[in-house]
């Protein structure tokens, strides 16, 4: 069993859509990730998100972490084919030494 | 800088064989850790190290071992190589690992070490 869940699994849309990725648990953390992977490369660093109920915005890409810290979203407002790839979210738990990743969505932006 | 090399790119191996797949860094980071990534499932931490001479254990350890006798090196070693093995590995590292409310590090990626077991 993932600790982290990731919905949807997969995401295919047409470029100008808005889409929205979750990142569920019942476990709290003390700091969660937003990774971007395109195929035959690793995982990139989007944001990082550290108190409960906040909100950060990198171009159209919104992110916010859950009031308990459970939780979090991907917001991409007028998808775009650049934004193809791989999204994962990971968490470090607060009393412990991992940083636990999430099953991952593969979104496909049809231009 | 290079930032996190990996070797080999692909390597098949046949059960029970044994080999070590390489990760350095070259940007003084603390905290490396190896992953594994089999579809569906994201990335699932097999060791990390916090340092020099301190490794430990992630979710899935077994059949696997690491050392840390550098900064910059952190070696992954399987001992005898199983098809359950069959995957996709990744090193990282970063300045801190994010844990015990530090704030976390940007986790650098390598490009991954493509693992056949036959």
């Known amino acids: 069993t993932q600790l982290l869940e990731q919905s949807p699994q997969f995401l295919s849309i047409q470029e100008g859509e808005n889409l929205t990725v979750y990142c569920n648990s019942s476990?709290?953390?003390?700091?969660l990730q937003w990774y971007r992977q395109e195929p035959g490369e690793g995982p990139v660093l989007l944001v990082t998100?550290?108190?409960?109920?906040e909100v950060k915005k990198l171009k159209r890409l919104t992110f916010q972490f859950g009031d308990a810290r459970k939780d979090s979203s991907l917001h991409i407002t007028a998808a775009q084919p650049g934004d193809t790839g791989l999204y994962l979210c990971?968490?470090?738990?607060?009393?412990?030494?991992?940083?636990?990743f999430g099953t991952g969505t593969s979104l496909t932006v049809i231009p | 800088n290079a930032g996190v090399t990996q070797t080999p790119k692909f390597q098949v191996l046949k059960t029970g064989q044994s080999m070590t797949l390489q990760c350095a860094q070259d940007?003084?980071?603390?905290?490396m850790s190896w992953y594994r990534q089999d579809p569906g499932m994201g990335l699932r931490l097999i060791h990390y190290s916090v340092g020099a001479g301190i490794t430990d254990q992630g979710e899935v350890p077994n059949g696997y071992n690491v050392s840390r006798s550098t900064t910059e090196d952190f070696p992954l070693r399987l001992l005898s190589a199983a098809p359950s093995q069959t995957s996709v590995y990744f090193c990282a590292s970063s300045y801190s690992g994010g844990f015990r409310g530090e704030l976390p590090g940007t986790q650098y990626f390598g490009p991954g070490t493509r693992l056949l077991v036959l």
């Open positions: 998100v550290v108190t409960g109920g």
């Open positions: 990971a968490g470090a738990i607060r009393t412990g030494n991992q940083f636990y």
């Open positions: 940007m003084n980071h603390e905290y």
């Open positions: 476990s709290v953390f003390s700091s």
